[in-house]
């Protein structure tokens, strides 16, 4: 006697992507509720069980839905507002502008709805995302009905939607609570880098996705530059660095992972890292070619990745399993290299593996979420199609089917797509909406392309990054009690430098524009002689950050900084600036350990104009805590040094000179 | 008062593509029959003409149509035939074979109808084609109406429409006849490759191209292992090779171009070469990555090609202008490496500037032909799109866009397809015919699957192509006088060696599966030691390819040979023979120089079965002609050794032996 079931899909290629990579046409596959309870031969399966429904699925191929292991799906909102730019002048002078002056809830919300449509049209069934607000994400992405990892990211910076990083963990917590067990969204951490999360938010991350058994998704060793710079300042790569963080006591999600040695792969895999791949991430911003062949020959889970599609500039995941294949071969010279039945593993089963939901998703098996598509490869340029191989037919999808060949999506046992329609989404309205939003960032950047950044980014891009740095000024009648207080060995002396500065301000009439510096450091030997010269142009913005009134201790965004290498006349013709301001100042600067914490102490005498001696106390920082800790241990350190901090000023040396 | 003309096409984002990248937004194209008489705003375009017909492009991009520098468009009905495979192995194993089975006149009518449906529905106006039967090709192209370059191949080895390259140059000059000065249709010749054409077979491609003044289509450093051959035989790389036999005379194409060095680029540019770079069929078959940045820096036109889609496996023309900008940064590791705008130039403007037709189409100017397409941005993974850089929409069509957003396609002035219908081509009726072909190639495979040449090639792949040789041997009853005539003095010996030679040759059931040989070859020194030994596998095909009757000289396809790394035992379980023979022969084989040909002469003793001493003489041919002074020379060349030439023998040595 046949069962009773609600679904049965039948008269289709049925790949269920399952370890023994079980074909069946024509097959069937069946369903009651979410959950896949049976698939096999249609002939089979139709005599074993009775539906509600039988769908037709009419010779198309019946397959798992596609796994996106990494993006940043409210970013759709921002494909393509700069390209063929070099990372810094991408990131700084376009995407944090306009994410520092855009990104809303409004605005996430927006973003995640294209972004789903186009993830549902590709034939993704899951995505694994990490962005800002990544509570809306959860929030819109169920109620589209899609399967999710929102991972909310944490770092040092402020971001849209965190002052700090201890607010971000807030939201994470509040996410947590709120999906912990969903149908459809797994909630999940992302501090967001290495080089962008110091050892505390590492920590704190960490343990959070262990507390709560959830995973935690990162960005690893994606450019040349970020492990090169791990090895210099922690004498080791990227990967042993986080893994001495104690990162992989999660479950932890890697992106990128395109600069990493075989000692490296081995960590991964013995620490049950998933690692997501994203080629034409890696490629269009030329951060490298991931040695894919190698970890996949290593057993590590990879998964295929769209990345963000401000950098990409689309979610077509066929064009991501292509590249992955192509890539592989290209990169090893052996055309057999990750052949297209691999790469459809890892779109799928591999790459829920990846996720750390292989459990759930990934394959048509007996127990799995029904998360299934359907492809029509009965198109002209999916014509002929030879089948003397049983691995054939992978080779069509991979090589030759498009996105557009998708006509079915089902998540968890509801269909989102059918014959190419969404009914869950007015994609009308959808386009209309997100062009108003386009049109509003092309007049916000018009207006910034005639600003100074820009032009500052436009001559040869800035070297830093913002970050963020409190400071404390004192008026001082005489430097030398002050000086011999530092030298008199209490103090650690890390480092102890002489410049002779001459400062030109420019001028610009726009407020918002701030204040170009180009500083001439002449560096003064013990001696008296100048050893060399260096010379930098620096961008002051117009806003201050933050300042604790009770302590007259400012908390600024350090700035904008590029080597000058053109000389005065040169700027002063580019910038065209409204006037100009002149400092020369003669500076003792120390870099000290006070308290376990490093600070730079300057000893400034003000030659032009002639404004007599300052004390100035700086420190970098990253958090909101550590920034009021910080602002306490200067007031101590100005007390310590013999001078009253009763009269600090918060002013720049141009805001005391006066414009 | 406004002109009178044919057709306006208004209402559209015009992008020229012309040297100054020219937009006009709104913006209309004026054409009168089949070409372009002017572009503009529409406002200025619409007071200065009246035509018979407007033609409303609402709102989407009207470009110049795209140019495909490289392909072999039949080819499409191989599509997917075999993947993941080493060259050799796809090549020899199943490209060649299914080639020599089905290649007709029809097969190519049919496999050009749908690779042109494929080509207009990826935007493309124009290729440049390179196959056999290559007049079957302009004849169906020109009927469906799209431009093309139709280069008929010439090669050293009999090819499906002809046994000798003469028969192949004679084909190319009935192709110059019919249309030389046909509107759509350019014929060119392509010699394969250096690798497959001697020099007598450059020359004559050469001298046909500039006496015709028609462009030389060719295959040039595709692989590393192209140009380690050629700098062995020739002491240089491919490209001053080629230059030396003259080929630049020609107005050359030169497909691939992917291991060339910087000399190689200055002369491939003064030289006014155009380049094919194709990017998927590269990272596909893993041949390697061209210098594509430097090579656009060095001033070369070169252009984006899909190869044939039996390697690569679709015609996607979006989907290779993608790869062509991902990978120019992705290699060189600079994200500003070739933009958006460069590729769409490359693919457009450049691509004809490659393929020596510049002046008739790839830009919206003045007196070229109308051949034009509109693409379709509206959609949803078009969305948002930014206009605050005039670069900004062609970063959209190269990063976002799809091959299915291409909404119209016009050829030399007439409609091929409108609103994505082509009512020239009945596409269903195509996809059914190829499928008819792809299921008789499937019994063909499949049946070959179970054959000796496919496990030969499953166990490690042959090392040689296919190459012919000419060969007569003699019964002889005293070998001493013959051995001293060789080393009388009188000829040149370019080389001596002496081999004990065991031979096993497994017979199976099949007639057509041939004979495998096991081949154990002791080299035998001076001193009548063996100095070493070597082992080889040799597939002896079924069938001989012609016998020249008044002669008895044996034309024969050379054997597919396989170093045999495993013992016999292994080989004799691996292929299961029916039977096995057993030769065991004592070889003195002599290379010399005779009568400015090179022959191999070998003084052999059957030992086992005793069979006394045989004079066998062999060389290498391809062609015809050759083949016949060949023979000839071998008559007199065992005439000149003072032996009858009256009874010769034409059989090898297990035909002698018997079955």
Redesign the interface.
Known sequence: MSKKTDLILTNAIVLTMDKLLNQYDPGAVVIKDDTIIDAGFSIDIENKYTAKTIFDCKGRVLMPGLINTHTHIPMT?L?????????EV?LLGYIMPVEREYVSKEFVKLGTK?GC??LI?TGITCFNDMYYFEEVVAKTTAEIGLRAICSQTVLKFPTPDAHSYEESIELTRGLIERYKNHPLIIPAVAPHAAYTCPPEILKACTDLAVENDIPLHIHISET?EEVENMRKQEGMPVVPYVKKQGLFKAKTIAAHCVHIDEGEMHTLEHSGVGVAHNP?S?????S??APVKRMLELGLNVGIGTDGTAS?????FF?EI??A???A??T??????V??VKTLEMATRIGAEALHIGNITGSIEKGKRADLITIDL????N???????I??IY??IV??S???DVNDVMVNGKWLMNDKAIPGLD?ED??KQ??E??KE???F??KR?KSVISKLIAIGGTTEEESFEVQAKVSIKNPIPIIEKIESGELEIIRTRHYHEYDIYFNFAEEEDGNLRFREDHFIEEDGTVSHVRSRLTLIGPSREHQYPQKDVLLSRSRYLAPAGQSLRFYKEYFKPTGEIEIEKDRMRYLVNYEGEKFFINIDELIKPKLGYFLEIKARTWSQIDAEEKSDLIINLIEYLGVSAEEKITKDYLEIVGR
Chains 1, 2 share one sequence.
């Not at 890696?282 to 030329?286: C, E, F, H, T």
């Not at 090893?332 to 290299?337: E, K, L, M, Y």
């Not at 009965?378 to 340029?381: E, G, M, P």
Request: zero cysteines; glycine letters at 6%; hydrophobic letters at 35%.
């Open positions: 909102l494909r393509g507002l700069a390209d063929d730019l070099r990372l991408w294209i449509a186009e049209r040349a034409s890696n490629l269009k911003l030329a490298g070619l990409n500039n689309d979610l077509d064009e292509r590249l294949t192509f890539l071969k290209g090893s010279g052996d055309p057999t290299a052949p297209a009965s198109t002209l340029h014509s002929p199609h030879f089948r003397h191989n691995n054939g080779s069509q090589y030759a498009k996105s557009t994609e959808l386009i997100s062009q939003y386009a960032i092309d007049i950047i018009q392309e």
